[in-house]
């Protein structure tokens, strides 16, 4: 996710000279003017960044919070999973200026969406600096109710899988019915994201799109039958998200 967030930083405008990225493990895309160190120890001393984005996961952060604490004057955007603003706050320090957002995998491709909220120490100046930065890659939305991150990443954050997950088992069902497997999957691919694409353009709701495409007892009709059966897909959507959702608030510890 750090990846697509900073693809979207510079390929809208931001100078790659400008940022400092900490990757202890995998290989970043040279681009000219990048700074990618192995730790925040490699952090040249001059630098002061604006804005300190954790794009870290939920067990790191514990270790990686004292190490970026020094930046006082900064904004702190943290990306992981499950963990409060009030834990980043403890790692950092009272006064710590923190917001919390749940991006999702399509901002890989401008196309994410991020909800975010900021603690009482964000001034005005931080929060449009952030919702900049995620706009970059997408939508944003703001709350103000803390606890309504655990939703958004069941909804938004693990969403994609969701999807991916559907296009594979239409695939395999398709295959089920005596489809080659390659045109199985080709037509799962392009069905599942043609749709998505159908339902981004469109200004009507989903059990709209739906409905139009839902003829009276006929194919669709019977397929959506065997949906709604129990446990109906909609059963199965909800206690999935409310899985994901009870993780998140986990994570926090």
Avoid at 179 to 189: D, F, K, T, V
């Amino acid at each position: 996710m750090g990846g697509a967030l900073l693809t979207g930083w510079i390929e809208r405008g931001a100078s790659p000279s400008d940022i400092v990225v900490v990757e202890p493990i995998g290989p970043v895309p040279p681009r000219p003017g990048l700074r990618v160190v192995k730790s925040t120890a490699d952090i040249p001393g001059e630098f002061r960044p604006e804005v300190v984005v954790l794009a870290i996961k939920p067990q790191q952060m514990e270790a990686a919070l004292p190490t970026v604490a020094g930046y006082r004057d900064a904004v702190y955007l943290s990306i992981a999973a499950g963990r409060t603003i009030a834990s980043i706050v403890g790692g950092l320090g009272v006064g710590a200026a923190v917001i919390r957002a749940m991006p999702n995998t399509p901002a890989a491709i401008g196309r994410g969406i991020s909800v975010a909220v900021a603690n009482a120490a964000v001034s005005k100046s931080q929060r449009s600096a952030c919702d900049a930065m995620l706009a970059a890659v997408g939508a944003v939305e703001w709350v103000e109710d803390e606890t309504l991150i655990d939703a958004v990443t069941a909804v938004s954050g693990s969403g994609p899988a969701y999807v991916f997950m559907l296009a594979e088992v239409m695939a395999e069902a398709g295959v089920a019915v005596g489809l080659p497997a390659s045109l199985a999957e080709r037509l799962a691919r392009a069905t599942v994201s043609g749709a998505g694409e159908l339902l981004h353009r469109s200004s009507e709701p989903a059990s709209a799109l739906r409905e139009a495409v839902t003829s009276p007892k006929g194919t669709t009709f019977a397929a959506l039958e065997v949906l709604r059966a129990q446990p109906s897909f909609a059963d199965l959507m909800r206690r999935a998200v409310a899985a994901a959702a009870a993780r998140s608030r986990e994570l926090a510890g």
